[in-house]
């Protein structure tokens, strides 16, 4: 009786835990990747109007590529398929020009609507579309070694998409795609993101 009883137990803890792989509805990550710059080109400018920044300043301008990571890229349903998602990322793009260096570095953070489409058991596609705070900094150092560093703080969007693949119950590997948009009083600050990265199911 004991011998029954004891295989009963564990077969329902088994059941449970089984069954319990079924509802898992959120998802907590990291990422990293290139980031591609599609907005405007973006340059030094000094503060004081007597000095013309020259035509060799470094900058950064559409086509160039940077680096992208995701300290958080999060997301959870409420039901089968909406839901919401967030992300901490940061990143940056340099160029140099005449020994003199520009480095861009941006961050945000962000949070908005998820909609989730199961292909299969293992595969599911996110799209996602975030709003939040955006910040871009720049550091300039001339040809002296001088440096001279210029920020800001704006509102952003992100437009994208994610797809996971469930590698086991408890983890995933996901790849994505996403634009973003950081509005500003002098122009836009636009790129496309790409990133690959595991992120725990629970």
Request: net charge neutral; no cysteine.
């Amino acid at each position: 009786m004991k011998k029954i009883t004891l295989l009963l137990l564990m077969i329902a803890v088994y059941a449970n835990g089984f069954a319990q792989e079924g509802i898992k509805k959120g998802y907590f990550g990291i990422s990293l990747g290139p980031s591609i710059h599609t907005g405007g080109n973006i340059r030094y400018v000094n503060a004081n109007p007597g000095i013309i920044p020259g035509s060799n300043d470094p900058e950064v301008g559409p086509g160039s590529v940077g680096f992208n990571f995701s300290f958080v890229d999060a997301g959870y349903t409420f039901d089968r398929n909406w839901g919401i998602a967030a992300k901490l990322q940061g990143g940056f793009f340099t160029n140099k020009a005449d020994r003199k260096v520009l480095k861009s570095n941006y961050g945000a953070i962000l949070l908005g609507p998820m909609y989730s489409y199961e292909i299969h058991d293992d595969l599911i596609i996110d799209f996602k579309a975030k709003g939040g705070r955006f910040f871009n900094v720049l550091d300039y150092t001339d040809e002296f070694a001088n440096g001279t560093r210029v920020s800001e703080f704006d509102f952003g969007i992100e437009l994208g998409a994610t797809a996971r693949y469930h590698l086991s119950p408890t983890s995933s590997w996901f790849n994505s795609i996403d634009f973003q948009n950081q509005f500003r009083g002098s122009g836009n600050i636009s790129r496309i993101n790409i990133a690959t990265g595991i992120a725990f199911r629970f």
